[in-house]
C-alpha cells in the first residue's frame, strides 16, 4: 500500500499533465493582446464597389435610433488577419447578430456592446437587430 506522500505525488503529478495538456490543446487567442491590453487600428477610408464609403474601422460605432440604424446600414471593410472592431449603442432592446462568424450579443434599450474579434472568414456578412430582422452593418472581410 502506497504511502499518503506518495499518493499526493501522484495525484500532484497528474493534475500537472491535465493543466500542460489544456495548455496545449487551448492554444492561444492569436489576437495580439497581452495582459489585458486592447490593440487598435487606424481608421483607413475606402471606397466601395457600391460607390459609398466604408472604412477599416477601430472602434467603429453603430448608433439604433428607433429599431434603425442611423445614418442606414453602416459599412465595415477588413481585410482577412485584421481585427474587427465597432460598438452598437441602441435606444430598444434585442440581439445583435453577426452572420457568417455566428456572434451574438445582447443589448438592452440604452446600452452598448462591443464587438472584437479577428477577422478569418473572407466574404459579405450581415450585422442584423436579430429580433426585428434589420440589417445595421455589412461587414465585408476581403483576401489578405
Known sequence: M????????????ALAAVVVLFVVLAGGDDNGDK??????QASTPTTGASGQKESTPAGEQIVIVGGKPQG???KLSYKNGDRIQFTVSSDVADEIHVHGYD???????GGTVRFSFPARIEGVFE???EGRKQQIAELRVNPG
Open 127 to 129: 450585422v442584423e437587430l
Open 103 to 109: 456572434l451574438m450579443k445582447d443589448v438592452p434599450a
Open 2 to 13: 502506497k504511502s499518503p506522500l506518495a499518493r499526493g505525488l501522484v495525484a500532484l503529478g
Open 35 to 40: 495582459a489585458g491590453t486592447t490593440q487598435t
Open 72 to 74: 442606414g446600414v453602416k
